[in-house]
């Protein structure tokens, strides 16, 4: 083939040369295109086997930030389906007035401190802003939340309350999961076997943790005014493991060593003590899983317990969620992750389990979790990339996912505290400046002025480019802390494109976030 086109004349060749690279790109679009009409072809045939069945089909719409909701949504649905109950799965955004009659099932999350996922938006904003008769609907709530934030299971209340005060019944009373507990989703399961009369359905569990290795830790921000954030690398041990740009990795966290043996010696109980777990079989293995007593008076009030008592009355410890920062081809999933403090200024249970008590080695229980609401445009339409802090790592993820496939209109807008200290991934961002994926960097660096410049200041001052990228097709995506950063960015995107053509961007799918 080399011969052959060294033989032709520089035009001919040339000619060639673009006529293969064209060749290129159609066999790519037309991948990506037979990869969507699969999708779309196995998501009508799910649909259908749903509808499948006896009566009138009961609805399950939900509204995810990260994906959980969704999951329990078509377990749900599966659940109606086995026994012979048809269901009609819905994304709560595309639910009309018109759907709320007959019986309903609403699987729905709450993020930071109250809100609604961000594809919940367009319901509470053309129908629940309404009053319809919903003298017709019977309905019940599963409302996802975390009991360590104020307003807990918030949107599950806030739409329980309106359903009912527009004339629909309950089924059964709002049932509220606290950080994906079990015997809360048992409960939704006992209900939902009144509903339908089947009660010999098989017990719910949340999929069960694969083991990776802790293959790679390093501070990314010595110096920093700030407290650390580390490059963490996790490698699978059982396998290869499959995810996209935008997923999420679930970490099972485990305590202190310190905490656990201090437990231990004011219980007078040997750490080998041997009991019957799912975990393992020893004590304080066991306990290392387990929700340990921090207040002096429930320490006392658990002396004398037996050890296999003490198991028993001891939940599991939640998981904790991150945005991964890699893609399968780099062998392994990659975090950024911040070591948070307690009140009590201990390390947090997921962020200090990764970055001061696991060692370099050692295996870690993780899960990868689809996320769609942040999976990259099907297309090659240009994206706008925003985040501050960790933020970073579910924004690097897309653009390694843009890198490989050649699509170069990305701006990155990335803030922290300073330049000299806390520039993330630094070289990796400046060499795909200097390579074109990315045709626009904007940064905030807050502390390196006398007045503090934040990502949404950068936005404002580009606030006609952003109108113009965004009449090119671009989406906007979003990744960091609910609270500050992305409250602030909402805003300023609120003035530059208008409200109503922001939201109407987060219909068309072209406004996406993943912020927590």
Known sequence: ??????????????????????????????????????????????????????????????????GFAEELALATAKAL?????????????????????????????????????????????DVMATEPDLSGLTYAVLALGDSSYAHYCAFGHSLDAWLA??????????????????????????????????????????PAYGRWKLADRRLLNPGSAGEGAFHVRLEPLDGDVTWQAGDIVEIGPRNAPADVADLLARLSLSAETPVK?????????????????????????LAGTAPQALIDALPALPHREYSIASLPTDGGVEL???????????????????????????????RVRSNR??????????????????????LRSHLKARAALGRKQNWLVFGERSAAHDYFHRDEIEAWLASGVLARLDLAFSRDQADKVYVQHRLRAAADEVRAWVARGAAIYVCGSLEGMSREVH??????????????????????????
Not at 17 to 45: D, P, T
Not at 288 to 295: I, N, Q
Not at 373 to 386: C, E, K, N, T, Y
């Open 336 to 366: 950024v992750v911040r070591l948070m403090r307690r009140a009590d200024g201990k390390p947090g249970l997921g962020s200090g389990w990764l970055v001061e008590h696991a060692s370099v080695g050692a295996e870690i229980a993780g």
């Open 1 to 66: 083939m080399t011969d052959l086109l060294s033989s032709l004349p520089p035009g001919s060749r040339r000619l060639v040369l673009a006529a293969i690279v064209v060749g290129l790109y159609l066999l790519l679009c037309a991948g990506i295109a037979l990869k969507v009409a699969l999708r779309k072809a196995k998501a009508a045939r799910e649909e259908k086997a749903l509808a499948a069945g006896a009566g009138e089909p009961v609805l399950v719409a939900f509204a995810s930030q990260t």
């Open 165 to 206: 005060r527009n004339g629909g019944s309950r089924l059964f009373d709002t049932v509220e999961v606290d950080d994906g507990e079990a015997a809360a989703l048992r409960h939704w399961q006992s209900q939902l076997s009144v509903l339908t009369g089947s009660t010999d359905a098989p017990d719910w569990s949340r």
């Open 491 to 516: 805003a300023a995107l609120g003035e530059i494109l208008g409200v109503q053509a922001l939201e109407d961007l987060a219909d068309q799918g072209r406004y996406r976030r993943d912020v927590y």
């Open 373 to 394: 609401s942040f999976h990259a445009p099907a297309d090659d339409r240009p994206m706008i990339l925003i985040g501050a802090g960790t933020g970073l790592a579910g």
């Open 81 to 125: 389906q086995a026994a012979n109950v048809p269901a009609r799965l819905r994304e709560l955004a595309a639910v009309e007035p018109a759907d709320l009659t007959g019986r309903a099932l609403f699987i729905v999350s709450t993020t930071g401190e109250g809100d609604a996922p961000d594809n919940a938006r367009r319901f509470i904003r």
């Open 277 to 301: 777990a799912d975990e393992a079989q020893a004590l304080g293995e066991v306990l290392s899983w387990r929700r340990l007593p921090h207040e002096e008076a429930a320490i006392k009030a």
